[in-house]
């Protein structure tokens, strides 16, 4: 693909990055990517289940609820492992709950476009890190022309790494003796990693006391390595966590982001980023 950013940022946002300084106020855009609006969040009811308070999940469902896609292609866990990403094409807001959480690995997402559209699900949103939405954009217009898709919402999730799910297991078994019954773990913000179990036990461990040394040395591959878009800039919204104070951060990229944002309403809580 060889990545081009700002001539794809001048494509999806309509400008690149601002990298001149801002007054006296330092420059976001160029560590963030384009934005409008930038923003802490949760939602007022956190939903259950959520890996955080359920941004993401409840942007699809207002989504499919309002009328406004005929599908949202996401992640959801494998019948057999649910640590191990499974690509599908929901068309339906109340099974949207299925998808919440965190998945570690790579599945093919983009492979469910076409069949997408071939159904007639011409109005599609697409949950996404970034190295599926960079590819996604690269072939926006193609699909466009050849494939019928008449709109298209990019929900962008943040991300730093990842691995084979094969690899995560062996990561979980370096945690617990009993790595099956985990069923939640997420990297927070005051630098501890969160783990709950089925029973309902929870144990926080502090990042430098993970077993990162007894990690084989491709447990993080080399792309994941160099990443050069953490915080996905060619989303149309951003959500996810990026430092801060334990909430997550919306940034808002372009029209059709603050149109996601907007279906929100009053259920989710805004206040700027500290």
Do not use: K
């Amino acid at each position: 693909i060889r990545p081009d950013y700002p001539r794809m940022e001048r494509q999806v946002h309509g400008r690149a990055r601002t990298e001149a300084p801002v007054g006296d106020a330092p420059n976001d855009e160029l560590h963030f990517g384009p934005l409008q609006a930038m923003w802490q969040a949760r939602l007022r009811q956190p939903l259950p289940g959520a890996q955080w308070s359920g941004i993401t999940t409840r942007l699809a469902e207002r989504l499919l609820e309002s009328g406004a896609v005929d599908a949202v292609i996401c992640m959801s866990p494998h019948p057999g492992d649910r640590w191990r990403p499974q690509p599908v094409v929901v068309t339906r807001a109340q099974d949207m709950s299925a998808c919440r959480g965190m998945r570690m690995g790579y599945a093919p997402l983009l492979e469910q476009i076409e069949p997408a559209l071939r159904r007639g699900l011409r109005r599609l949103a697409v949950i996404g890190i970034p190295c599926q939405v960079y590819p996604l954009r690269a072939i926006e217009d193609q699909l466009r022309r050849e494939h019928g898709l008449q709109s298209l919402h990019v929900i962008g999730l943040p991300c730093s790494d990842n691995t084979h799910t094969e690899r995560f297991h062996e990561f979980l078994a370096l945690l617990s003796p009993r790595p099956e019954e985990i069923g939640y773990l997420e990297f927070r913000a005051d630098y501890q990693v969160e783990i709950r179990t089925d029973g309902g036990q929870r144990r926080l461990i502090p990042f430098l006391q993970l077993p990162l040394s007894d990690l084989p040395a491709d447990f993080f591959p080399t792309t994941c390595r160099t990443c050069v878009d953490y915080t996905n800039a060619l989303a149309d919204i951003t959500v996810g966590y990026m430092g801060g104070r334990g909430e997550q951060w919306v940034l808002v990229r372009n029209a059709r982001g603050q149109q996601l944002l907007d279906l929100l309403g009053d259920e989710v809580v805004l206040t700027p980023p500290t």
